[in-house]
């Protein structure tokens, strides 16, 4: 068996640039690609918050809470010992919607430490909203449909509020009113009074 050799023409002058040329153009391209790939991806949580920071309004505490008065109110601030009646739409990055009520109570430190930072910056009648980063947030864990490391962004009206123990003269006030007995009361009639 005999092999017949196939001599190799020779390449002509400039072929070898143009191919260099020519692959330099395709990672150019495949470069623009993953670039404009990129625009629609979501920014980290800190680098959404480090821009975020630069927006008009918006004040960064030094827990790292981010919020923005959209209206002011008036009057006391709540505190920790307080429960707010609040509405309040919440969203993550991407616009979608978790929670969602216009009219609730909450105890102020019943809630996630940056919803409860943002209330007590608030005045009855407010309208703030909150860029809550992960650590004051849900942090790594997951909630529901709140993905581990997410910004929470909260529009919140602060309706109103009062101290627990107001709250709970209230309740005693309207379980006398509906016939019910005070706490610790005994009913007149009863042997031993």
Same mark, same amino acid.
Do not use: C
């Given at each position: 068996?005999?092999?017949?050799? %196939?001599?190799? +023409?020779?390449?002509?002058?400039?072929?070898?640039? +143009?191919?260099?040329?020519? %692959?330099?153009?395709?990672? !150019?391209?495949?470069?623009? #690609?993953?670039?404009?790939?990129? &625009? *629609? $991806?979501?920014?980290?949580?800190?680098? @959404? #918050?480090?821009?975020?920071?630069?927006?008009? *309004? $918006? $004040?960064?505490?030094?827990?790292?809470?981010?919020?923005? %008065?959209?209206?002011?109110?008036?009057?006391?601030?709540?505190?920790?010992?307080?429960?707010? !009646?609040?509405?309040?739409?919440?969203? #993550?990055?991407? *616009?979608? %919607?978790?929670?969602?009520?216009?009219?609730?109570?909450?105890?102020?430190?019943?809630?996630?430490?940056? @919803?409860?930072?943002?209330?007590?910056?608030?005045?009855?009648?407010?309208?703030? +909203? !909150?860029?809550?980063?992960?650590?004051? *947030?849900?942090?790594?864990?997951?909630?529901?449909?709140?993905?581990?490391?997410?910004?929470?962004? @909260?529009?919140?009206? !602060?309706?109103?509020?009062?101290?627990?123990?107001?709250?709970? =003269?209230?309740?005693? +006030?309207?379980? &006398?009113?509906?016939?019910?007995?005070?706490?610790?009361?005994?009913? =007149?009639? $009863?042997?031993?009074?």
């Amino acid at each position: 068996m005999s092999t017949t050799a %196939v001599p190799l +023409r020779p390449i002509a002058k400039g072929s070898l640039t +143009r191919l260099w040329i020519g %692959v330099a153009a395709i990672a !150019l391209a495949a470069g623009g #690609l993953a670039w404009a790939g990129q &625009q *629609g $991806v979501e920014a980290s949580p800190a680098a @959404f #918050l480090t821009q975020n920071a630069h927006a008009k *309004g $918006v $004040v960064t505490t030094e827990s790292g809470l981010q919020y923005q %008065v959209l209206e002011e109110g008036s009057g006391p601030s709540p505190t920790t010992a307080d429960v707010a !009646l609040v509405g309040y739409k919440g969203t #993550l990055l991407d *616009g979608a %919607v978790f929670d969602e009520n216009p009219q609730t109570p909450m105890p102020v430190d019943g809630v996630v430490p940056g @919803f409860s930072e943002g209330l007590q910056k608030m005045k009855k009648g407010g309208k703030y +909203r !909150l860029w809550i980063p992960p650590q004051l *947030g849900y942090g790594e864990q997951a909630a529901g449909p709140i993905p581990a490391n997410s910004v929470l962004v @909260f529009d919140v009206q !602060l309706h109103d509020f009062k101290s627990r123990a107001e709250i709970m =003269q209230m309740q005693q +006030r309207m379980q &006398q009113m509906q016939g019910g007995m005070p706490q610790g009361a005994v009913p =007149q009639g $009863v042997p031993g009074n």
